[in-house]
């Protein structure tokens, strides 16, 4: 296949064109270094200068405070899930407050309860996941270190659009919406992101933590779970994913340079979002959307048609027109858009106009 189909992937997903357009055009040699960024060492100047570029980056694009740090590990968010309990509250009697809304939350709260207590304090299951809590309906604990949210679910397409307003520091899952809007960084003890989704290709997680909090890991942590002896070196305990840091960073220089910031970032995406919701709401019942219209994800955009089969049908009719990866999570079904920054407004309006001749022809 020679020509990019519109690629709706939840993750790993589309990137943009001229950032792998610069990656191909450097792949075999970077500029001045003489060997691809695939070969050199990670103790080198030339990968000090790329790691600490997409460091700064980060720092501009979020307007980081000072008493962060900013590391890039290996694992995803699933490693993420129980390196957070492990560090933070691990060996302390103390406990962490959980809003469950969504499956990948509701994983990350499993994955805690094997390093410390945990408590519930809202669980969206009972309404299928449809939406985030409304002030008042949850309140934390007095032992609690921290909240923990997801800020978007990737699957089930529910976002927050204010943050939660907690008197515990927040503890985040960005992972599918980092970098699509401006964000208070200083709300939270830590804030993370696996790339795959928003930032770069899998392999990299994205870790913002409050500087005060290292000195919570216990020193009797294996060194590649503690955040401490992780931010000492520098995110170079080992061998770092040298090729993914090197992709955040081509990333972020797109997010500034070609975009202008993540204000205007979240403009595009924004506008991109309500072409598809607006097909589904004026559809007549053809199409559905899962979540609550207060919470709907910007990002991730799940719907179901009339039928299983009609489901299928829409992909497959979907692929022959060059929009690719619309089905949705295997573990609930139906179909999925996800469109992330990288996701061009062209391919929106193409997915947003075969959407409606498809319910004109089979609705």
Known sequence: MEERLYNFSAGPAVMPVSVLKKAQEELLCLPGVGASILEISHRSKPFDDIINSAESNIRQLLS??????????????????????MNIIGGRNESADYIVSGTWSKKAASEAKTQGKVNIIWD??????????KA????????????YTALNETI??????????????????????????????????????????????AGVTVIIIREDWLERSPDTLPSMFS???????????????????YMVKLVTDWLLNDIGGLEKMAAINEEKAALLYAAIDESNGFYTGHADKEYRSV????FRLPTPELDKQF??????????????HRSVGGLRASIYNAMPREGVVKLRDFMLEFAKKNG
Not at 64 to 85: C, D, H, R, S, W
Not at 136 to 147: F, K, L, M
Request: glycine content about 10%; hydrophobic content about 40%.
């Open 64 to 85: 980081v405070p000072e008493n962060y740090k900013v590391l890039f590990l290996q694992g995803g968010a699933l490693t993420q899930f129980a390196m957070i309990p």
């Open 136 to 147: 008042g309906e949850y309140t934390t604990s007095a032992d609690a270190a921290y909240c």
């Open 227 to 245: 955040y401490k002896k992780l931010a000492a070196a520098n995110s170079m305990l080992n061998t770092p994913p040298c090729f993914s840091i």
């Open 315 to 328: 992909q497959d009719e979907a692929k022959e027109v060059g929009l690719m990866t619309l089905g949705g």
């Open 299 to 302: 990002m991730n955009v799940p």
């Open 156 to 201: 089930e397409g529910v976002q927050w659009k204010e943050l939660p307003n907690v008197d515990k520091p927040l503890v985040a899952d960005a992972s599918s919406e980092i970098f699509s809007r401006p964000i208070d960084v200083s709300k939270f003890g830590v804030l993370y992101a696996c790339a795959q989704k928003n930032a770069g290709p």
């Open 124 to 133: 969206g299951k009972e309404g299928g996941f449809r939406r985030k809590p």
